[in-house]
């Protein structure tokens, strides 16, 4: 039951967000002062996002959309920051690199707002999911539309909150619109509700323009997450009043009637509420002062805003979180122990877990993994328990979004794929919300993604993709791809330190070599590349497996008086060019070798930076090793003219000597010719890959 003070706050609540909508729509036009972004009011939506909150605590955690304003406010969210951030000033909640459809306020519980569709579904989810891991007895909350039900993270996300019993409300704002395009166009005849009920999640109705209704099933919702019952999926019915996006209304515009429209107008949530305030004794002048006040108020915030500095000029600031800064090298250590590359990454898991009891790992099926992922978490299950070492549905997009989310609230997931082709099915939340949350909300996201390469063994076009290229061009994130079983150990263990996105990237011929690795706990920097073989007359710069085929084509070289330098650039992004423009500058000749495909790949990157800032040290074009420009083949032998060797490095390193001294080049290849299948490491190897 309701009583009538708080029914009266609840009034406040709904003016206050509408008379900021008000506001903004008002001054978005006005000269000189340009609000600078696009802009989606809730008009008309008020009543659910104060009718849901009115039941959080401080520390329960709300998720937003691109029409976010009145759940942020209904929060507590400050308005100064939130104003501000329109105007892209220096005092924005974003420092003015968000606008309007990107929001948080954490002292308020305000966790994030990002327009696209559905994206923090799963990070509401993985809050929640972080809470109850934590044992802090918060809730989780996520606003969202109907739109949504078109977008497959939200099956995702759903399928694991009701598999976890999480404790979170999905609450639907069913306005009927996915931008102009009506329900009827998009669903079939059946209500949205029955497929939330169908993933398992206990199901509320209720008129969202009717806040006593709203509050009413928040409760029933907010009680069930908090005694552990799992999550609550609320339908509420409600109408955007204005525009998608912008201030004003698209009457004539035709998608929607316009008796539909005078219906929906006439059932405005403050009106309900002002009447039956009235029905209880409140008078309306009593009501219209609560208005009042309220706007004399926000005016003077805006007022406080439009006077604020904009941002100085620092867009390349915030992209990461502070790291700590890691030696190049492991310590030097007596111990001459040599161990595999799959048990250095085994090693550092173990010591990581043991360290942080708040660190997990999870992936598709590899606490049931006989080998234990190539060996690398073998054992790992018994030894920490089935919820450190999890299993995870085949949910990319989903499941990435839920570590995000989890992260962001305290814990720290590594999330292992069995192969870095199924990254791209997570794209959207690696791309569009981990690379770019530092960059917009000053919050650290510690998530360690381990991702393997395959090669060979018949694996086809969609098992075998070397993509490090693609994820190293986007901003935020973190890309290494450790070459020896020292450096897996030790960047690992740098990349769980981390507090930023770390993609850890392992091809699969590394996992079987052996090298000396000290014992313990140590970290190896993630952003160094490091000269493993010095020579004088060309610069090798090479990625992964292909520094090991560049030393072994350096080594037979040798043999003919030909001195190569050796770069193992061990991290994508961040790139340190810095030991290659230092070699070119001795050596005047560069070869770089890359997993990855040529066009548009990590040695067209470093041949870009090398004639940009060292061309005049170049005595001969540089030349790129990469797959070719087509997808990976399976059978053997189209496999054998795919993959480039040590055979093709020793190839194009004679190309770029000087033809009167290079030696010949059938002597030299001879030495180099890879014996067998170019499909598997070894002769030997039986599989499986």
């Given at each position: 039951?309701?009583?009538l003070?708080?029914?009266?706050?609840?009034?406040r609540?709904m003016?206050?967000?509408?008379?900021?909508?008000?506001?903004?729509?008002?001054?978005?036009?006005e000269e000189?002062?340009?609000?600078?972004?696009?802009i989606?009011?809730?008009?008309?939506?008020?009543?659910i996002a104060?009718?849901?909150?009115?039941?959080l605590?401080p520390?329960?955690?709300?998720?937003g959309?691109?029409?976010?304003?009145g759940?942020?406010?209904?929060?507590?969210?400050?308005l100064?920051?939130?104003?501000?951030?329109?105007y892209?000033?220096?005092?924005?909640?974003c420092?003015?690199?968000?606008?309007?459809?990107?929001?948080?306020?954490?002292?308020?519980?305000?966790?994030?707002?990002?327009?696209?569709?559905?994206a923090?579904?799963?990070?509401a989810?993985g809050?929640?999911w972080?809470?109850?891991?934590?044992?802090?007895?918060?809730i989780?909350?996520?606003?969202?539309?109907?739109?949504?039900?078109?977008?497959?993270v939200?099956?995702?996300?759903?399928n694991?909150?009701?598999?976890?019993?999480?404790p979170?409300?999905f609450?639907?704002?069913?306005?009927?619109?996915?931008?102009?395009?009506?329900?009827?166009?998009?669903?079939?005849?059946?209500?949205i509700?029955?497929?939330?009920?169908?993933?398992?999640l206990?199901?509320?109705q209720?008129?969202?323009?009717?806040?006593?209704?709203v509050?009413?099933?928040?409760?029933?919702?907010?009680?069930?997450?908090?005694?552990?019952?799992?999550?609550?999926?609320?339908?509420?019915?409600?109408?955007?009043?204005?525009?998608?996006c912008?201030p004003?209304?698209?009457?004539?515009?035709?998608?929607?009637?316009?008796?539909?429209?005078?219906?929906?107008?006439?059932?405005?949530?403050?009106?309900?509420?002002?009447?039956?305030?009235?029905?209880?004794?409140?008078?309306?002048?009593?009501?219209?002062?609560?208005?009042?006040q309220?706007?004399?108020?926000?005016?003077q915030?805006?007022?406080?805003?439009k006077?604020?500095?904009?941002?100085e000029?620092t867009?390349?600031?915030n992209l990461?979180?502070p790291?700590?800064?890691?030696?190049?090298?492991?310590?030097?250590?007596?111990?001459?122990?040599?161990?595999?590359?799959?048990?250095?990454?085994r090693?550092a898991?173990?010591?990581?877990l043991?360290?942080?009891?708040?660190?997990?790992l999870?992936?598709?099926?590899?606490?049931?993994?006989?080998a234990?992922?190539?060996?690398t978490?073998?054992?790992?299950?018994?030894?920490?328990?089935?919820?450190?070492?999890?299993?995870m549905?085949?949910?990319?997009?989903?499941?990435?979004?839920?570590?995000i989310?989890?992260?962001?609230?305290?814990?720290?997931?590594?999330?292992?794929?069995?192969?870095?082709?199924?990254?791209?099915?997570?794209?959207?939340?690696?791309a569009?919300?981990?690379a770019?949350?530092?960059?917009?909300?000053?919050?650290?996201?510690p998530i360690?993604?381990r991702?393997?390469?395959?090669r060979?063994?018949?694996?086809?076009?969609?098992h075998?993709?070397s993509?490090?290229?693609?994820?190293?061009?986007?901003?935020?994130?973190?890309?290494?791809?450790p070459?020896?079983?020292?450096?897996?150990?030790?960047?690992?263990?740098?990349?769980?330190?981390?507090p930023?996105?770390?993609?850890?990237?392992?091809?699969?011929?590394?996992?079987s070599?052996?090298?000396e690795?000290?014992?313990?706990?140590?970290?190896?920097?993630?952003?160094?590349a490091?000269?493993?073989?010095?020579?004088?007359?060309?610069?090798?710069?090479?990625f992964?497996?292909?520094?090991?085929?560049?030393?072994?084509?350096?080594?037979i070289?040798?043999?003919?008086?030909?001195?190569?330098?050796?770069?193992?650039?061990?991290?994508?992004?961040?790139?340190d060019?810095e030991?290659?423009?230092?070699?070119?500058?001795?050596?005047?000749?560069?070869?770089v070798?890359?997993?990855?495909?040529t066009?548009?790949?990590?040695?067209a990157?470093?041949?870009a930076r090398?004639?940009?800032?060292?061309?005049t040290?170049?005595?001969?074009?540089?030349i790129r090793?990469g797959?070719?420009?087509?997808?990976?083949?399976?059978?053997?032998?189209l496999?054998?003219?795919?993959?480039?060797?040590?055979?093709?490095?020793?190839?194009?390193?004679?190309?770029?000597?000087?033809?009167?001294?290079?030696?010949?080049?059938?002597?030299?290849?001879?030495?180099?010719r890879?014996?067998?299948?170019?499909?598997?490491?070894?002769?030997?190897?039986?599989?499986?890959?």
């Open positions: 039951m309701i009583t003070p708080k029914l009266i706050s609840l009034y609540h003016a206050h967000i509408r008379l900021v909508e008000e506001g903004i729509a008002d001054r978005y036009g000189g002062q340009l609000m600078r972004c696009p989606h009011l809730c008009v008309g939506q008020e009543a104060v009718g849901v909150s009115a039941h605590r520390q329960d955690g709300v998720f959309t691109h029409r976010s304003h759940h942020y406010l209904a929060k507590g969210g400050n100064p920051a939130l104003l501000a951030e329109l892209g000033k220096e005092i924005g909640c420092q003015g690199r968000g606008g309007s459809m990107h929001l948080i306020d954490r002292t308020a519980g305000f966790l994030g707002a990002v327009p696209i569709v559905s923090t579904i799963p990070l989810v809050a929640a972080a809470g109850q891991r934590l044992g802090d007895g918060s989780a909350v996520v606003f969202f539309g109907d739109g949504c039900f078109e977008e497959g939200l099956h995702e996300t759903m694991f909150a009701s598999l976890r019993k999480i979170i409300l609450v639907c704002e069913n306005n009927r619109l996915s931008i102009n395009t009506l329900l009827q166009d998009r669903q079939p005849d059946r209500p509700h029955g497929i939330a009920q169908a993933h398992g206990a199901v509320y209720a008129d969202g323009n009717d806040v006593e209704a509050w009413e099933v928040a409760l029933h919702a907010t009680q069930r997450a908090r005694a552990g019952e799992g999550p609550s999926f609320l339908e509420l019915s409600t109408y955007r009043t204005l525009e998608h912008g004003g209304n698209d009457d004539a515009v035709g998608y929607r009637p316009v008796e539909e429209l005078a219906t929906w107008r006439d059932r405005c949530p403050l009106e309900i509420t002002s009447k039956r305030l009235q029905q209880q004794g409140v008078s309306l002048d009593e009501i219209t002062q609560i208005g009042t309220l706007k004399q108020e926000i005016d915030v805006f007022i406080q805003v006077a604020a500095p904009l941002p000029n867009l390349g600031a990461f979180a790291s700590p800064s890691w030696p190049l090298d492991a310590p030097a250590t007596e111990s001459k122990r040599h161990i595999t590359f799959f048990n250095a990454i090693e898991s173990s010591l990581a043991a360290q942080d009891p708040n660190l997990f999870i992936g598709e099926g590899i606490p049931s993994d006989p234990g992922v190539f060996g978490i073998k054992g790992l299950k018994q030894e920490f328990g089935s919820d450190r070492v999890m299993d549905p085949v949910a990319e997009n989903g499941l990435t979004g839920i570590c989310g989890a992260a962001l609230r305290g814990v720290k997931p590594v999330m292992v794929y069995y192969r870095i082709d199924f990254l791209y099915l997570a794209m959207d939340q690696l569009n919300v981990a770019k949350w530092h960059y917009l909300f000053h919050q650290p996201v360690v993604v991702a393997i390469i395959g060979g063994w018949g694996q086809g076009p969609q075998s993709q993509l490090q290229a693609i994820f190293g061009h986007i901003p935020g994130l973190k890309v290494v791809m070459v020896t079983a020292q450096d897996a150990k030790g960047m690992l263990l740098a990349a769980v330190a981390d930023n996105p770390v993609l850890f990237l392992e091809h699969r011929w590394l996992h070599i052996t090298g690795v000290p014992e313990g706990l140590y970290c190896t920097a993630l952003d160094r490091r000269r493993v073989r010095a020579g004088k007359d060309v610069t090798i710069a090479a992964s497996l292909m520094v090991l085929e560049s030393i072994k084509a350096a080594e070289l040798a043999q003919f008086g030909v001195d190569c330098e050796v770069i193992d650039m061990r991290s994508v992004q961040p790139l060019i030991p290659v423009l230092e070699s070119v500058t001795k050596t005047g000749r560069l070869l070798a890359d997993t990855g495909w066009s548009c790949g990590m040695g990157e470093i041949v090398v004639v940009e800032r060292a061309f040290h170049l005595k001969v074009a540089p090793i797959l070719p420009d087509y997808p990976t083949p399976t059978a053997p032998s496999a054998y003219d795919y993959y480039p060797d040590a055979e093709t490095v020793g190839r194009q390193v004679i190309a770029l000597l000087d033809p009167a001294t290079r030696p010949h080049l059938d002597t030299v290849v001879s030495q180099l890879w014996q067998g299948n170019r499909d598997t490491p070894n002769p030997q190897f039986k599989g499986p890959f």
